[in-house]
């Protein structure tokens, strides 16, 4: 498996030969290098890593034909996106499902962010044939499950921006499925322009179609926060926080999931190596960078008021905002957190020593976090 066997493959599935730039080939490399080197692949391991970068390679192919096709896209700004962004873990999800329920915020939903070309209308955004499909595969894979998964989205609602910046193959839902320590560490480090420049080519493209202020959602936003910056300079963000040992617990959860996805089996060497430093970096770089950016561009939430009392934090997120939060749209809310507790309740617990860690053994890794942000701690 080769970069070039990869590309020939999306190109003879979409019948399109042409992308709009190859900044992708870099962390396709590397990922296909360090995953393959492992010497305890699964027997699903090579098909799961090739559907998944033809799948990303077929999108961006897609993207590329409809901007030649209508290149007016690339005039539409994508002004003042609202950002949230945070450790995972830490409530991003619910947030971005809350809002999502306002339509004065246009969301990236599930399936457009995999699926992003030609865009779908007003009309159409919650029931084209490719959000329907999605969805109804989605269903029969989610009722099958013995129990609810630690985190989970459904076609026709809000995504992560993570998996179209897969699409430039600098993403941590790449490293999740497909880990290597040598990816994990070029995550850390690579330049993340051509990644935010292919994610802002997406944006224009979904909201030619569909217009309207977006509401994006991604904790890695926090990691790549120079280049988000850089990226969108009307962004605001809203920085979520939690204890970050329950958030290890919950991300090692998450992980090992992805792990069994791609790999066949949990790496637990992997996760303990890998992941406390990772997390530390989620609240270290937006640390660094926050003094150099204006007050009221950041919003703080705590998980614990936030899961306490969800109708008073989105109430002060609107304040912030600048938004009148109508009665109508909090019982919506109120609705959605009721239905989205059953799942909750469906979930398996977590722990720390479930992988082999205790809280002295990452401490070091949170403490300047938790000194700035004391309210992150939970009993």
């Not at 390679?57 to 539409?76: C, I, K, M, T, Y």
Request: net charge negative.
């Amino acid at each position: 498996m080769t970069v070039d066997e990869l590309i020939e493959a999306a190109q003879e599935h979409t019948g399109l030969s042409s992308f709009d730039s190859e900044s992708f080939r870099e962390g396709l490399g590397v990922l296909l290098q360090g995953f393959l080197a492992r010497s305890d692949l699964g027997p699903g391991s090579l098909g799961a890593l090739r559907e998944n970068a033809v799948s990303a390679l077929s999108n961006r192919l897609r993207v590329a034909e409809h901007v030649r096709q209508d290149p007016g896209v690339l005039e539409q700004p994508v002004e003042a996106p609202l950002v949230i962004m945070g450790m995972p873990r830490t409530g991003t999800t619910a947030i971005s499902y809350l809002l999502d329920l306002d339509p004065r915020w246009r969301s990236l939903l599930n399936w457009e962010a995999v699926d992003s070309a030609p865009p779908a209308t007003p009309d159409t955004w919650r029931t084209d044939p490719r959000c329907v499909t999605r969805r109804e595969l989605q269903q029969k894979i989610f009722d099958a499950l013995p129990s609810a998964p630690v985190h989970w989205e459904w076609a026709d609602g809000p995504t992560e921006c993570i998996f179209v910046l897969a699409q430039d193959f600098k993403a941590l839902a790449l490293e999740s499925l497909f880990p290597s320590r040598g990816y994990a560490e070029y995550i850390l480090s690579c330049d993340m322009t051509s990644a935010y420049a292919y994610h802002r080519l997406v944006l224009q493209v979904l909201q030619s179609g569909v217009p309207g202020r977006w509401s994006l959602k991604m904790p890695s936003h926090s990691l790549h926060i120079e280049a988000l910056t850089a990226t969108y300079p009307d962004a605001r963000m809203i920085w979520t926080h939690r204890d970050p040992f329950r958030t290890l617990a919950s991300l090692c959860a998450t992980i090992s999931s992805g792990h069994m996805a791609g790999l066949g089996h949990v790496d637990l060497d992997h996760l303990r190596r890998t992941y406390p430093h990772q997390l530390a970096e989620h609240v270290r770089r937006p640390m660094a960078l926050r003094p150099k950016l204006p007050d009221d561009v950041i919003l703080d939430v705590y998980a614990a008021d936030f899961f306490a009392d969800p109708l008073r934090e989105m109430q002060r997120i609107y304040e912030w905002l600048e938004l009148e939060l109508p009665a109508s749209l909090e019982a919506e809310m109120r609705a959605w957190m009721r239905r989205d507790a059953e799942r909750q309740a469906r979930r398996a617990p977590y722990r720390l020593e479930d992988y082999g860690l205790t809280r002295a053994d990452v401490a070091h890794h949170f403490e300047a976090y938790l000194a700035a942000y004391p309210r992150a701690a939970e009993a």
